[in-house]
């Protein structure tokens, strides 16, 4: 007879999604260590809102009182696509060239604690999607799904660093994964050494200050600093050096989510074309994609920044011809 874990395991399987792993909701206690030392160093920024409730990050009880068991998932999202090399365009960060993976990953996630109350009419949950405070790469590491690189990305074996992370808090007790993956990076360093702004400032170890994702995203600035704009290295919207490096993505697979197959224009857009979108047509340009997280303001940052160091960069070429 098949056990009740490994039917659950089986209709994530089903539903989509390409890991899944189960681990008792206890306290990340080291985890939580390390992330009031990362905060404690200012190296979240102005990510403020990091510094609300850590316990609750690293504590599931707190988030879902009642939790005993984690489900952990990956979602493979890697499209074998490649950047436009126009100088007049910007390169987008894969994970939001196609819909909007907050959607996706939580539609699926609901629809498996959905069959899961059909079977267990006494369980209840809650679907984490990285909005909730819930360490997402620790869980998936906790259920065998993989092991965090040195750029601090989660790897998997399989799929490489492509993928999303979500999970279910259930109130229910399962089969836990005792597997932990080993920590598969040995002495490599591609991800310290390609990193254009030098944000992995150790193994394990990024300064969102100098990250090019944090600037270009998350970074609510009129401005971007001139130490980011040197290197933007063409980025419009997040950066991907360091998994694009990672040789444990020569494991990339092609995804079977049609979902994050790139929207028109998604992969490397016009710059100029970002200047001069209206409210309106940007709404309905990027609905339902992830990139509104940069807001209409913070892309045209960005594509003035690159526009800006483009010319900087012809001028000083002409200079020294």
Not at 11 to 27: R, Y
Not at 182 to 210: F, M, Q, W
Not at 235 to 261: A, H, M, S
Request: glycine content about 4%; hydrophobic content about 35%.
């Amino acid at each position: 007879m098949v056990s009740l874990t490994n039917k659950i395991k089986q209709k994530a399987l089903e539903i989509g999604f390409h890991k899944v792993g189960i681990a008792p909701a206890e306290a990340l206690t080291h985890e939580y260590e390390h992330l009031i030392q990362w905060i404690n160093s200012n190296y979240h920024a102005e990510m403020q809102w990091m510094e609300r409730e850590p316990e609750k990050r690293a504590n599931p009880k707190l988030l879902f009182p009642g939790a005993k068991s984690v489900i952990a998932v990956a979602l493979n999202y890697y499209t074998p696509h490649q950047h436009d090399s126009d100088k007049n365009k910007g390169k987008i960060s894969r994970y939001a060239w196609g819909d909007d993976y907050h959607d996706v990953l939580q539609g699926k996630l609901r629809e498996l604690l959905s069959w899961i109350k059909s079977e267990i009419p006494k369980a209840d949950g809650k679907v984490c999607c990285d909005i909730q405070p819930i360490m997402d790469k620790a869980w998936a590491v906790r259920a065998g799904l993989g092991w965090i690189g040195k750029h601090t990305n989660l790897i998997t074996k399989d799929l490489g660093s492509w993928v999303f992370l979500g999970e279910i808090l259930l109130n229910v007790e399962l089969e836990y994964d005792n597997f932990i993956e080993p920590d598969h990076c040995g002495n490599c360093t591609a991800c310290l050494d390609a990193c254009p702004t030098n944000a992995i400032i150790e193994p394990y170890l990024v300064d969102s200050k100098r990250c090019l994702s944090y600037a270009t995203i998350e970074l609510r600035a009129p401005k971007l600093p001139d130490e980011i704009v040197n290197d933007l290295d063409s980025w419009l919207y997040g950066c991907d050096v360091c998994q694009d490096i990672c040789p444990w993505n020569r494991f990339q697979k092609e995804t079977d989510e049609q979902r994050f197959e790139p929207r028109k224009d998604n992969i490397s857009r016009n710059l100029q074309e970002v200047l001069s979108l209206s409210h309106e047509e940007y709404v309905q340009i990027f609905r339902g994609s992830a990139m509104k997280r940069a807001k209409l303001s913070g892309l045209q940052r960005n594509a003035e920044a690159l526009l800006e160091s483009k010319s900087e960069k012809n001028k000083k070429d002409a200079f020294e011809k």
